[in-house]
């Protein structure tokens, strides 16, 4: 009964919103009418500015966190169901009922899986990411190739399961980054505003 009841509530708390009800709260902003239109942190970032994206991606992690940490909390002795169970928040994250089942990347708030799983590989997973981050400027560049990557380091650990649910994940991030391909393709696609290919593109301009 409580791990099925740690699944749903693990959906629900994975379907918070962040970014719109912050928005909504204190910017008076609706981020899915901005920027890329999306929910997450890189478009919180560019609507509401650095102090709002820094809470969203706060938020968007502890979901992942929460919603994995749901089996301990319930009692569970299986360190394994915490991956399990986070899959149910990045479900939430990217299929939200809250905002008609819609969502985001769910890139931070797998962060959060890992972040309760095994902290040491959660930062291992940051710093690829935040290293593809400063030599590319494209957050949807580190999010696909840094997963593939963070899968790749994942396999050092010989846990299957770990390495099993980074590829699901890897997969997801891949097929939810569809149109950020074709923006790349174009060479339309955003960069933040420091790193090396940003450096590129402004020299070239």
Request: with cysteine; charged share 10%.
């Amino acid at each position: 009964m409580y791990l099925v009841l740690s699944f749903i509530l693990a959906y629900l708390i994975g379907s918070i919103p962040s970014g719109v009800w912050i928005g909504q709260l204190f910017y008076h902003k609706d981020i899915r009418q901005y920027g890329s239109h999306n929910i997450g942190t890189t478009n919180a970032y560019r609507t509401l500015g650095p102090v709002g994206g820094t809470i969203v991606l706060v938020l968007d992690i502890l979901k992942g966190t929460l919603g994995a940490s749901l089996p301990v909390l319930f009692g569970y002795t299986e360190h394994w169901l915490i991956l399990i169970v986070g899959l149910a928040a990045v479900l939430g994250h990217t299929c939200s009922i809250f905002i008609g089942f819609k969502g985001g990347k769910a890139v931070a708030t797998s962060a959060g899986i890992a972040l309760a799983y095994n902290p040491p590989f959660f930062l291992i997973a940051c710093a690829i990411f935040f290293g593809l981050v400063v030599l590319t400027s494209m957050v949807s560049i580190a999010s696909t190739v840094g997963m593939g990557l963070i899968t790749l380091v994942s396999l050092f650990y010989h846990d299957w399961l770990l390495s099993s649910v980074a590829f699901v994940l890897w997969i997801v991030f891949l097929v939810r980054h569809r149109e950020n391909f074709a923006r790349i393709k174009n060479g339309t696609e955003n960069m933040v505003p420091f790193g090396l290919g940003y450096y590129r593109r402004q020299h070239k301009s």
